[in-house]
């Protein structure tokens, strides 16, 4: 999902979404089947493996440095962390032996379009090879929409050799990141939020830790979430609403400036302020209210901002 604005990060959330607790049952019925996850010392990744964790899976990362701090942690909260490479067939081959499961998110912003489809097309080889039973993947909502956007049709790509691969398959597809607000932190505190976005139109986010709800309930629920293919949103809201709960939350008085596209793109570069224009244009469309029925205790932001608090 999801480094979308020059001032928003994908970083590691430490706190749980409350749609996403498991009771004991489901933590027995769980108990011995090991899930690898990629990606474990990342956002999406960490909230992934701490909900199936306490959904009773037996997690194993999967990282380049397992010496790194962010392994090291991960390692302290019960997911040893195992030396992998995307572009290393054996240790995929090595980290996959004895896996029930897959859940594999790719890196555009770090590799580019060519190797981030190319990693991704590795780890679905590797899983088949392995036979592993169920491989989640996580993309990125309108990637099946041929957008444009280099690093949401990179995705797409991925889902389209994923579907003919043969291997049993979910796809969530999250909006943007709530969690991408860290990065901005030290610009709201002067009293501005910098977008050029019409403050009035509607956009979408998503809590990490609930990315990690569908995960676990993808993992826990095959019959259902095997060929399942769903876009997910916890909140909506006008980049003027937005703004307010900012302000709100955080109790500082916060502004909207809309620069112009041009002043924009001359900070951010033309791959964010092409994916930013689709937002202000078109739009993620994912049926919120919908989802919300389904799952009552997806986060709003407004629950997300007071939960890091």
């Known amino acids: 999902m999801n480094r979308i604005l020059i001032f928003l990060v994908l970083i590691a959330t430490s706190f749980v979404s409350g749609c996403s607790g498991s009771d004991e049952p489901a933590r027995l019925r769980q108990n011995g089947k090991v899930i690898l996850v990629t990606g474990a010392t990342g956002t999406q990744g960490g909230a992934v493996a701490r909900e199936l964790l306490k959904r009773g899976y037996t997690v194993r990362g999967l990282t380049r440095n397992p010496h790194s701090e962010r392994a090291k942690t991960m390692t302290g909260m019960g997911v040893p962390m195992v030396q992998g490479n995307f572009d290393d067939d054996k240790s995929l081959a090595s980290a996959m032996n004895g896996a029930y499961g897959v859940f594999a ?139 307010d709960i900012l302000s709100v939350t955080m109790g500082l008085d916060i502004h909207h400036q809309q620069i112009s596209w041009a002043a924009y793109e001359r900070n951010v570069g033309e791959e964010i302020t092409t994916m930013l224009r689709w937002f202000d244009q078109q739009g993620y469309n994912t049926d919120v209210d919908a989802l919300r029925r389904q799952y009552p205790n997806l986060q709003s932001y407004e629950q997300f901002l007071r939960n890091r608090e």
Do not use: C
Not at 161 to 174: C, D
Not at 202 to 222: R, Y
């Open 105 to 243: 998110v790719t890196d555009f912003w770090e590799h580019g379009y060519e190797t981030e489809v190319t990693h991704g097309k590795n780890l679905i080889d590797a899983a088949k090879a392995a036979a592993v039973e169920h491989f989640v993947f996580t993309s990125v909502s309108g990637a099946d929409s041929y957008t444009g956007i280099p690093h949401f049709d990179s995705k797409g790509e991925i889902e389209e050799y994923l579907r003919e691969s043969g291997i049993h398959y979910s796809i969530v597809r999250p909006v943007e990141f709530m969690d991408n607000i860290s990065f901005a932190r030290k610009q709201l505190m002067s009293g501005t939020y910098y977008d050029p976005r019409d403050p009035g139109k509607s956009h979408q986010w998503i809590a990490a830790s609930d990315i990690g709800f569908f995960v676990g309930l993808a993992f826990d629920n095959p019959d259902e979430w095997i060929g399942k293919e769903l876009d997910i949103a916890g909140d909506e809201l006008t980049i003027a609403e937005y703004v």
